[in-house]
């Protein structure tokens, strides 16, 4: 069994190409295909799902830009209702206006705990019955590698097409 090429990402999947066959490990799943069989490979990426988890997140969650204009706000608010204390000789207008200018602060620093959605991205095998889609991690140098490892399945399918 000569290797021709493999790739393989951090999350535990990994494809391994030989002159005639295509072995594939995923979590929960091992297939060896013929090569006789495949029409095409490819990355398919999942952008509808991306997107639509994205909505959900900015929806949930406060996005730094807006994080930023409320800290603003408050903040000047707070300077200026401090000013106005300090005109008036008022020490709790004062202490108030200090205390929406730390609160403001205190916003600006805020992050969400919860991490925004990531593309999920796919190796795709294009059969004569169908297509096989294995899920694999595309970040980082994972996009070069992948990309690589399908043009060498290319070729050695254009090689064995010819033969």
């Known amino acids: 069994m000569n290797v021709v090429s493999e790739f393989g990402d951090n999350q535990g999947f990994s494809v391994k190409l030989t002159e005639d066959k295509i072995f594939i490990s995923a979590i929960g799943n091992e297939e060896t295909l013929a090569l006789r069989g495949v ?23 406060m996005t730094p830009k807006k ?10 608010f707070g300077v200026m209702y401090a000013i106005f204390g300090i005109s008036q000789g008022v020490s709790q207008l ?5 205390f929406f200018a730390i609160c403001g602060v205190i916003i600006s620093k805020y992050k969400s705990k919860k991490q925004p959605p990531a593309l999920d991205s796919f190796f795709r095998i294009m059969l004569t019955g169908g297509d ?27 090689a064995y097409n010819k033969a």
Do not use: M, P, Q, W
């Open 94 to 98: 004062v202490g108030l206006g200090v």
């Open 39 to 61: 029409n095409g490979v490819g990355v398919y990426d999942d952008i509808e799902k991306y997107n639509k988890d994205l909505e959900e997140y900015n929806k949930k969650n």
């Open 132 to 158: 096989r889609k294995f899920k694999f991690d595309k970040s980082g140098n994972n996009a070069k590698s992948i990309a690589e490892f399908i043009n060498k399945v290319e070729e050695t399918l254009t």
């Open 67 to 76: 994080r930023k204009n409320l800290s603003i706000g408050v903040i000047v």
